[in-house]
């Protein structure tokens, strides 16, 4: 089973005010961490940040769907890489670890997606993809349908939780807001 990893490092960041894939925890930025996290194959940044390019091979998202979210981001990816199975990844969740990825692929069998479920929420920004969604993905952005809810009711879909996943809630919190990022920097100060 080939994988390839996207990191989703676009948008606005609006709420947080400076692009977040640059923003330091432990040492490290957050797309970096992003990366470490993930265990696939190959990865690509989504962003349109040239400042992006030490970190890995980076793609800005398919001029065709530029700016709608990040649904394109994850469409730019699948086009741009090959792949049997898809992993998807924010740049915002500093604190989300191989360990967990590698057991969200271990549920990757006779569906088309693997979500996480954390404290009743779905998160499918960190989430395994299957090929076969790559098209569906592509329909549903032609008809300029980004909700990402839309495009899960069109697959088929393996839930997962943080006790699948032996994961914490914590890990799959995003960072948005500045206040956000002062508490996580305070948690790096009580490690
Ligand atoms: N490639 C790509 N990534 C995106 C896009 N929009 C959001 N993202 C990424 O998706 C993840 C979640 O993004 P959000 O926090 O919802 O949106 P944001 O635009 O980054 O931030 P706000 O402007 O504060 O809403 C982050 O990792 C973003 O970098 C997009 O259009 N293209």
Not at 15 to 34: C, D, I, M, Q
Not at 141 to 153: D, P, T, V, W
Request: glycine share 8%; net charge negative.
């Amino acid at each position: 089973m080939k994988t390839a990893g996207i990191i989703l490092a676009g948008g606005q960041s609006r709420r947080f005010g400076s692009p977040k894939a640059l923003a330091l925890w432990n040492g490290k930025t957050f797309v970096e961490h992003a990366i470490s996290a993930l265990a696939a194959d190959s990865t690509v940044i989504i962003s349109p940040l040239p400042q992006l390019d030490s970190f890995g091979r980076r793609v800005p998202d398919l001029p065709a769907y530029a700016g709608m979210g990040p649904l394109a981001g994850i469409l730019t990816g699948m086009t741009e890489c090959e792949a049997d199975w898809y992993i998807v990844m924010p740049c915002d969740t500093p604190r989300m670890t191989r360990d967990v990825i590698e057991r969200l692929l271990t549920f990757a069998g006779g569906m088309q997606a693997v979500v996480p479920v954390i404290e009743g929420r779905q998160q499918p920004l960190i989430a395994a993809y299957h090929c076969s969604t790559k098209a569906v993905l592509e329909q549903q952005l032609q008809q300029g349908e980004l909700r990402m809810m839309s495009f899960l009711s069109r697959l088929s879909v393996r839930y997962v939780t943080e006790a699948d996943l032996q994961a914490q809630p914590e890990q799959f919190m995003n960072v948005n807001t500045r206040i956000e990022y002062t508490e996580l920097l305070n948690k790096e100060s009580a490690l």
